[in-house]
């Protein structure tokens, strides 16, 4: 019997079934498909290729001899089936987020784009481009290494560049400024736009409303200093973030310049001009207090916003980034773009994948919507 081959289908079984189905218990196999199912959802063609090299290597030695085995070939067959469906629904994305801008912002607004297959299918790990500078580790307060950031921009170092902003994810208590939406970070920067990854502190040592003062810092040094690496002056500030840096950027939107939030900097202009939330939890914080929650803080004045939320996130229902959604649409006068990602699950930006390049061309297609509306006015 063929113990490796076997053990390589029922793997790729499993990985099958943690990709289409949302798993929340009991908490070891949770953990254990949380982690797997938020790589391989986003890179199915990686188990693909495994699974084709291990049968035909399975094969090529005359494994393949015993009932056994061929019932593991069998499997193999299943789970690459899934595999592709799991793709397809990756593959959704683009059509899903071009419908989507185009309810919220008008027809047309969504643009038709070829994806970067050699990336996605070849390189899905390598997030760096050859066009793009990190400067790593500036300091924009005095929190030691939870208060550094880094830059990302053009080698060519182009004027007049827009600013994006983005805050890590983990929970509040964990997570750092390199890991997530570098596909996102790469990409606008390879553009000339101005990219901002930044660390802020965490819990338990920190809580409310340290984190949202950080995010109002990393907002203020920005304004102070992109300039330096080429932004526009009173450049365009787009704020993002992934789950919870997600809520940190809807805290920091719907709070302008709210002194109690920028002690000993209160005259620093913290607006912002858009917001991105990947994934975002957007509800109170740990306490509680109503007043934590971005529903509670909606405003008439509120910023462009683009929610994007997969359909079978484990961690946050949709109903949860739903409820902001309709609290801006009663209130605000800008648009809110919500979409709902078919398939994906939690924490979706980490690679280049077919369902996060399509959320960056929607991310691009906002951004020059806003921007242009910007420019008019």
Not at 97 to 111: F, I, K, P, Q, Y
Not at 293 to 311: E, K, M, Q, T, Y
């Amino acid at each position: 019997m063929a113990v490796g081959y076997l053990v390589t289908a029922v793997m790729a079984a499993l990985i099958v079934v943690f990709c289409l189905v949302r798993i929340r218990g009991p908490k070891p196999l949770f953990f254990f498909s949380y982690r797997l199912g938020l790589v391989f959802n986003e890179m199915p063609f990686v188990v693909l290729y495994a699974l084709a090299a291990s049968t035909a290597l399975a094969f090529a030695e005359g494994d393949i001899a015993t009932g056994a085995d061929r019932a593991a070939v069998g499997l193999a067959f299943a789970s690459a089936a899934g595999l592709v469906v799991v793709a397809r629904r990756g593959m959704r994305t683009a059509s899903v987020v071009r419908l989507a801008l185009d309810e919220a912002l008008g027809a047309g607004t969504g643009t038709r784009r070829r994806p970067p297959l050699a990336r996605i299918l070849l390189r899905p790990f390598f997030r760096r481009r050859g066009d793009v500078r990190r400067v790593g580790n500036l300091r924009y307060g005095d929190g030691g290494r939870r208060n550094l950031l880094d830059v990302y921009h053009h080698r060519s170092r182009p004027q007049g560049g827009p600013v994006l902003i983005h805050f890590h994810g983990g929970h509040y208590d964990r997570g750092r400024k390199n890991t997530q939406s570098l596909p996102l970070l790469h990409r606008l920067a390879s553009q000339g736009w101005i990219c901002i990854s930044a660390n802020y502190r965490l819990r338990p040592g920190f809580s409310h409303p340290t984190h949202l003062i950080d995010a109002k810092k990393v907002i203020a040094w920005a304004r102070e200093h992109a300039e330096e690496y080429g932004a526009a002056p009173g450049a365009a500030v787009f704020v993002s973030g992934s789950s919870a840096g997600g809520h940190m950027a809807a805290l920091a939107a719907l709070t302008p310049d709210e002194p109690s939030y920028q002690p000993g900097f209160e005259e620093a202009d913290t607006s912002v001009t858009a917001v991105i939330v990947l994934n975002g939890y957007l509800g109170a914080y740990f306490d509680g207090d109503p007043a934590t929650s971005p529903v509670n803080l909606v405003r008439a004045d509120a910023p462009p916003f683009l929610i994007a939320h997969g359909d079978l996130d484990e961690l946050v229902e949709t109903e949860n980034p739903k409820a902001l959604v309709a609290a801006l649409r009663s209130v605000s006068t800008s648009p809110v773009v919500y979409v709902e990602l078919p398939g994906a699950h939690h924490a979706f930006d980490l690679f280049h994948s077919f369902r996060f390049e399509a959320l960056i061309d929607g991310i691009e297609d906002f951004a020059t919507w806003v921007r242009a509306g910007r420019k008019s006015l």
